[in-house]
């Protein structure tokens, strides 16, 4: 992972991982600092509705402070509200009104934690920033790699597809090639506070997973209601507001039918819902922008690969061919259900992320 005693920033965000990265990394004897990344404002409504989210919460920084004292490191908290609002919270909020559906913590990761966090570790003189992400940085073809975790139920390559040649030169993942039982022995063996802290499993500035609520508690405006339209066209019903659903969404929408229906799509200059069968909500083509690719510098022929279209879900075999500077077209081996425009597609050869983008 480099020399000894270089000076590595370590993201701690209160949770379990990251205090044994901190921890792992002070072992292997380097000169570790320890930042909580403060997100919120004080005053803001957003921090009052995250407080007791495991992640990014009011108690997050005593937490990884208190973890920076066992592992002997000093700890700082550096404010990054002003781009975090900027960069997440805002097109968070536009996407949803557009009837898309984001993942801000990709945002979060690629447009404020790691390019923000790297410039800090520059001005402090760090060679090195490190996170408890589960994936695997490595070198080989001439360029740095991203590659998934050894345990592949923790795997969050996929979350980190927009990391650049730099970052990724000057990234440490040190749980890479843990497992998270393995990874809350180390906690435990060694003392360390948070050992038995939950896992976040939601955004963190909503943590209720009230996307619609935060939104019209955001903007001052309640989302207006519209028409479900079914498969024949025809008006069902009316819906509660187009942030309430997401495609692929089959809970929640109160329309009698002789079959089960499910979210298709949202048209947000309409204000409309599509409603369809199993069948309808089926896509084997569709296109990905923003691409940032990795382990190559870009597509120079169409290339067979694997394509990972939502956090958690299998990859599926594809053809992708690249249709501009950052945009590829997407060929699926077989139609699959629910491809969402703004979630994130990330292309794996094996186990190396070739890139990503998002869903169009």
Not at 15 to 24: F, H, I
Request: glycine share 10%.
């Amino acid at each position: 992972m480099g020399n000894m005693k270089e000076k590595v920033l370590v993201a701690m965000s209160g949770g379990v991982d990251s205090a044994v990265a901190a921890l792992l990394l002070t072992r292997a004897g380097y000169d570790c600092i320890g930042v909580t990344l403060k997100f919120f404002r004080a005053d803001d409504t957003v921090a009052a509705a995250a407080g007791e989210n495991p992640c990014c919460s009011l108690t997050a920084a005593a937490d990884a402070r208190a973890v920076a004292r066992v592992a002997g490191i000093p700890h700082y908290v550096f404010n990054f509200t002003v781009p975090f609002e900027r960069y997440v919270i805002q097109p968070f909020i536009r996407a949803y009104l557009a009837g898309l559906t984001p993942n801000p913590c990709i945002d979060c990761n690629r447009r404020v934690k790691f390019p923000r966090l790297w410039r800090r570790a520059r001005e402090m003189g760090a060679a090195f920033i490190a996170t408890g992400h589960y994936a695997v940085i490595s070198r080989g073809g001439g360029r740095w790699l991203l590659s998934k975790a050894a345990d592949r139920s923790k795997d969050q390559s996929y979350a980190l597809y927009g990391l650049t040649q730099e970052e990724l030169a000057h990234t440490l993942l040190p749980l890479g090639l843990l497992s998270k039982s393995e990874t809350r022995r180390i906690a435990a063996a060694n003392a360390l506070p948070n050992a038995g802290k939950p896992d976040s499993q939601d955004i963190c500035f909503a943590p209720d997973g009230d996307y619609a609520g935060f939104i019209e508690r955001r903007t001052g405006t309640v989302a207006p209601p519209g028409d479900f339209i079914g498969p024949d066209g025809r008006r069902l019903g009316r819906h509660k507001g187009l942030i309430r659903y997401t495609v692929g969404q089959r809970r929640g929408l109160g329309i009698a039918w002789g079959e089960p229906l499910y979210v298709c799509a949202k048209n947000a200059a309409a204000n409309t819902v599509r409603l369809g069968g199993a069948g309808d909500l089926e896509r084997r083509e569709f296109d990905v922008g923003e691409v940032n690719f990795i382990a190559v510098e870009r597509l120079e022929r169409p290339r067979r690969a694997a394509v990972k279209i939502r956090y958690g879900r299998e990859e599926y075999p594809a053809t992708l061919e690249q249709t501009g500077p950052a945009s590829v077209h997407v060929v699926l081996a077989a139609p699959r259900r629910a491809v969402t425009p703004g979630q994130a597609a990330v292309f794996y050869e094996n186990d190396t992320v070739l890139g990503g983008g998002v869903i169009l």
